[in-house]
């Protein structure tokens, strides 16, 4: 059977950093039918629902691998949640490695920083920049298949992918 992890937020689970969720209904779909493995990369690093937003730093999901950038809570304390975002980004591909043979891809948040596939925000301000998640980062680096779950129209091929 084919798989595809899946960000949690996007089954409708409340996960969110600020307790809510980003319901989806292809996701939801997917799930229904057995394909979709939903994760939250944040929960699985030990952070609690809700909790402060954070940020990355400098450069993105690369860097804080590479150990060149940390993510930091941008409620007024910076807070460093580096350890775990990484953490969750390593049990996140632990799951994905289970599934290895039958993963076609991996759907996850966009603007996340852990999910953010094209897009993430900049630690500055509010404004959006190129780049990825950390975890994002970490499952592309092993070569998985990433789509960011505002790309329908890769979503929908994926999905007649699965259904051939």
């Known amino acids: 059977m084919k798989r595809v992890i899946v960000s949690a937020c996007l089954l409708g689970i409340n996960c969110k950093y600020n307790g809510g969720n980003n319901r989806d209904p292809l996701i939801v779909e997917l799930f229904r039918r057995g394909i979709a493995v939903p994760l939250c990369p944040e ?3 030990g952070l609690p629902t809700p909790r402060p937003p954070a940020k990355i730093t400098e450069g993105d999901g690369f860097s804080v691998i590479s150990g060149k950038a940390k993510v930091k809570t941008v409620d007024g304390s910076d807070l460093d949640v580096t350890e775990n975002f990484l953490k969750g980004a390593y049990e996140t591909l632990y799951v994905a490695e289970l599934f290895k043979d039958s993963c076609v891809a991996c759907i996850l948040k966009e603007k996340s920083p852990s999910c953010g596939v094209r897009k993430i925000y900049r630690f500055e301000n509010d404004d959006l920049k190129d780049g990825r998640g950390v975890t ?11 789509l960011p779950s505002e790309d329908r129209e890769s979503i929908e091929k994926l999905i007649e992918e699965i259904d051939e």
Do not use: P
Not at 136 to 146: N, R, V
């Open 43 to 45: 929960q699985l690093g």
């Open 136 to 146: 994002a980062a970490l499952l592309s680096s092993k070569g998985f298949k990433i």
